[in-house]
């Protein structure tokens, strides 16, 4: 999919995905030429339909994870089923970054401490706090976790 | 009136070079390069299929497993029936929980060390049907994408190492064979399974048909519940009354009686043990798994 502006006669090029905790997506885009910001907003069924191809919109951003749409989306998923054999090692935690992960589903919190951790080392980052999370979470699209 | 114009405007998608953020097709050319790459080392895939539910499919997948297994081979299996997995328990799984690395999960490792990855080594517990996370309603308009993902992820992100075969245990639908192909373009082979009735028999049919269709070849097929042995006298008598046909073209692999002792073992995770020296039914096993050596080798020389 692409978004012309019309204006321009331009490409517009994505910026911004969010993906709020009502099953919503909202995916802004910016004019290279004007600067015009569009933003494509998807109901819960739309979103739903795009989430089950199991592609990022907007691009990937982080590498594959084993698993990564299952642990996703299972719901009936035991919190046990997985252990993340590379917890070790890596930028610490402070707490209330712990305790934030800690409210992540046990199903998916092995692949999410993942992505953070992966995130955050890629940037030289020693400790992963809540203001790392906010910003890793806006980055990686994984908004709610 | 200004936006009329505005909309004529507008460029088709294709006149509009370059691609998009989102890189759609990059993002499934890199998962189809992550699976060739995943199963690189696996010399033989083979589906077993029916089309038809109830026919004892994983009962002869497990089966068929660990006689290979046995044979000195390296087996992997994976259970294609997200939404009745049964692999995991036929093999004498345990529940301890499996490894996730920077890359791969680790299989389970069952009987006779054949690895097995299953919806059912995930799920809270063996009465836990499998449930996405989503809107209530109208499920099917994405339901099924979810499952193909999930399919396409135990076969790419399972650590199956070197094995000489992969079998895979597909859920009843003639259609199945089909979206195995889709991730499996080189399927090595296909083994149907059928019951001794017409009506078994048109429907698995429609699995050989759509097999051949795709060109995916077909080692044979597995008539299974053939007869009913006695445990007490060891003599088989028959179980349904309508008259047998084979398949054209498509070879009889091996018949299975209903075997109360071989299914309970089976059941119980002791696939080994069903198939004990004296068992009829597990010499018939044993005959499946050389045949299956067979074509490949026949294949490939």
């Known amino acids: 999919m692409k978004f012309l502006c019309l204006d321009c006669d331009a490409q517009m090029a994505s910026v911004d995905t969010a993906a709020p905790d009502d099953g919503t997506l909202t995916v802004t885009f910016r004019c290279p030429n004007c600067d015009r ?3 494509m907003l998807a109901n819960s069924m739309e979103t739903q339909m795009v989430n089950s191809l199991c592609v990022d919109v907007g691009g990937r951003s982080a590498a594959p994870q084993p698993f990564e749409s299952v642990r996703s989306h299972l719901e009936s998923g035991a919190e046990g089923a997985l252990r993340d054999a590379t917890a070790d090692g ?4 402070s707490r209330d970054a712990e305790q934030r992960l800690a409210r992540v589903p046990g199903f998916v919190r092995g692949m999410v401490r993942r992505l953070y951790k992966e995130w955050a080392a890629e940037r030289g980052i020693d400790e992963i706090t809540l203001q790392v999370m906010d910003e890793a979470r806006s980055d990686l699209g994984i908004e709610g976790m | 009136m200004g936006s009329l114009i505005d909309v004529k405007k507008a460029r088709t998608y294709s006149q509009v070079p370059g691609g998009t953020a989102s890189d759609i097709g990059g993002q499934l050319a890199a998962r189809a390069r992550r699976l060739e790459r995943r199963l690189s080392d696996v010399r033989r895939t083979v589906a077993i299929m029916s089309g038809k539910g109830g026919v004892g499919k994983s009962v002869v997948t497990a089966n068929l497993a660990t006689a290979l297994a046995a ?3 390296s087996v992997g299996v994976l259970d294609a029936d997200l939404n009745g997995p049964s692999m995991a328990k036929l093999l004498g799984v345990g529940d301890s929980p499996l490894a996730v690395g920077e890359e791969s999960v680790e299989p389970a490792i069952g009987a006779g060390g054949v690895k097995v990855m299953s919806m059912g080594l995930l799920l809270q517990t063996a009465e836990t049907p499998v449930t996405w996370s989503g809107p209530r309603s109208d499920t099917f308009l994405w339901r099924g994408s979810l499952e193909m993902n999930a399919l396409r992820e135990f076969l790419a992100d399972t650590a199956w190492g070197r094995l ?4 895979l245990d597909l859920p009843p639908g003639a259609d199945r064979i089909a979206s195995i192909h889709d991730l499996l373009p080189n399927l090595g082979g296909a083994i149907a399974i059928t019951l001794p009735s017409e009506l078994s028999r048109e429907i698995v049919s429609k699995s050989l ?7 995916v070849p077909v080692i044979g097929y597995v008539e299974n519940m053939s007869g009913y042995l006695c445990p007490h006298c060891n003599e088989v008598g028959p179980t349904f ?6 398949f054209d073209g498509v070879p009889l692999l091996a018949t ?3 075997d109360p002792r071989f299914g309970g073992e089976t059941d119980a995770g002791r696939p080994d043990a069903a198939r004990g020296p ?6 018939a096993v044993r005959e499946i798994a050389a045949s299956v050596k067979r074509f490949f080798e026949d294949d490939e020389s």
């Open chain 2, 209 to 215: 048909n759509m097999a051949r269709e795709l060109g």
């Open chain 1, 90 to 93: 890596g930028p610490a935690w």
């Open chain 2, 241 to 246: 009354v309508t008259e047998r046909e084979g």
């Open chain 2, 71 to 73: 044979d000195g081979l």
């Open chain 2, 256 to 258: 299975l009686p209903f």
């Open chain 2, 278 to 283: 004296d068992s009829l039914t597990g010499r």
């Open chain 1, 37 to 39: 910001l569009v933003a």
């Open chain 2, 164 to 167: 000489d075969y992969l079998l």
